[in-house]
């Protein structure tokens, strides 16, 4: 079992800085890949960024150029540091993780965590 929980979302107007963590416990070693996806009202769900175990990154073409994703080895943490925001990034934002068993760890049940979201708004 996987436990996330993220922080860092708030207020702010367009063109500021903002940097989210999710904080993952429990079963990290079985977390092949972690991610930020966001919701806007009335939009479905979207990718954000995503982060691999073995350090690959993939990023919204929305966002790239704009938002960094970085993790720690362990899968213990992910960060989402944001530049240059636009009212378009105003959204919930959430941490993913997702996995199962691997050569290392056969006891690994496939997952797919969620946390429960921070907001994020982008005044103009």
């Known amino acids: 079992q996987v436990q996330l929980v993220e922080s860092g979302g708030g207020l702010v107007q367009a063109g500021d800085s903002l940097r989210l963590s999710c904080a993952a416990s429990?079963?990290?070693?079985?977390?092949?890949?972690m991610g930020w996806y966001r919701q806007a009202p009335g939009k479905e769900r979207e990718l954000v960024a995503r982060?691999?175990?073995?350090?690959?990154?993939h990023y919204a073409d929305s966002v790239k150029g704009r938002f960094t994703i970085s993790g720690d080895n362990a899968m213990n943490m992910l960060d989402l540091q944001m530049n240059s925001l636009k009212p378009e990034d105003t959204a919930v934002y959430y941490c993913?993780?997702?996995?199962?068993?691997?050569?290392?760890?056969?006891?690994?049940?496939?997952?797919?965590?969620w946390g429960k979201g921070t907001l994020v708004t982008v005044s103009s």
């Open positions: 993913n993780a997702d996995g199962g068993s691997s050569y290392y760890y056969t006891f690994c049940s496939d997952m797919d965590y």
């Open positions: 429990g079963d990290t070693v079985c977390i092949s890949a």
């Open positions: 982060f691999t175990s073995g350090g690959s990154t």
